[in-house]
């Protein structure tokens, strides 16, 4: 079984995912897809005029501050425009998808953050009224339901809190929990760049290896904003028994099968 994550980045290659994902699947591989959707939600919520804001954390990961309205518009993109639009590709491919987000039958469930700390001009302040959380359980027998059945789960943030809140997750660490709770055998993570690079956005140095115990060094070193984030996944996936992460490019032809023939970085 492979979790295949793709982002929601600018350049990214979706038909080709959707292309890719129906070749693994004929040829008998089990393959559980999530996305993301981050930068047409950026553009939404702009035309919307609810424009996107950002902050980072003491510690130096960068998220999305999400508000009630917020989270309104993160639906209508996530669970949507960009999740219908996947599922509809790849019914077209013949393939039986099923979109879902983590709300539906309570697919990703953890605790809500209300209140974040965040860093501003180098002052910390809390900011409250905040849909966000983390995914700490995964509905496995739905999946199993929809696996067993023959379909194609496509999922997508937001998760559901243990209070029954919809809430921001991030994709990637909902992947690596659903590959974690599935016992799968890799998790891929696509995104807009050809994996995780020393230098960015040098695009020849990717790094092709990292080892768990180089994990963190790495993303001290390396990794600004959000592939920090990735980093985090990955380090989260491989504590929780899955055997590798692969980080690869999603603006390529066959996004997946290069990824797993070892183009992007692999994380073991
Ligand atoms: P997605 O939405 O596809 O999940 P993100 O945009 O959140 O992906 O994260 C990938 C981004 O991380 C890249 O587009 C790049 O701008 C940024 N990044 C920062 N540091 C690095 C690095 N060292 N290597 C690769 N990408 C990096």
Redesign the pocket.
Known sequence: MIIV??????G?NLEAVCRDAAELLGQGEQLVLVH????RTNQVAEALGHPPQFVTSPSGYTSRLTDRRTIGIFEMVYCGEINKGIVERLQALGVDAVGLSGVDGGLWSGPRKDAIRVVENGRQRIVRDNYTGRVEQVNTSLLKILLGGGFLPVLTPPAISFEGEAINVD??RAAAATAAALGADRLV?????????????DES???PRISAAELNQ?AED?????????LLAAGEALAAGVPQVL?GD?RCENPIRETLNGSGTLIQ
């Open positions: 994550k793709v982002g929601g980045g600018e990214i993301g959707g981050s930068h994709g990637d993570v696509l995104s807009n760049v050809p994996g995780v690079l020393r230098s960015f956005p140095s990717l790094i790495v390396a990794a600004g904003g959000r592939m920090r984030i990735k980080i999603a």
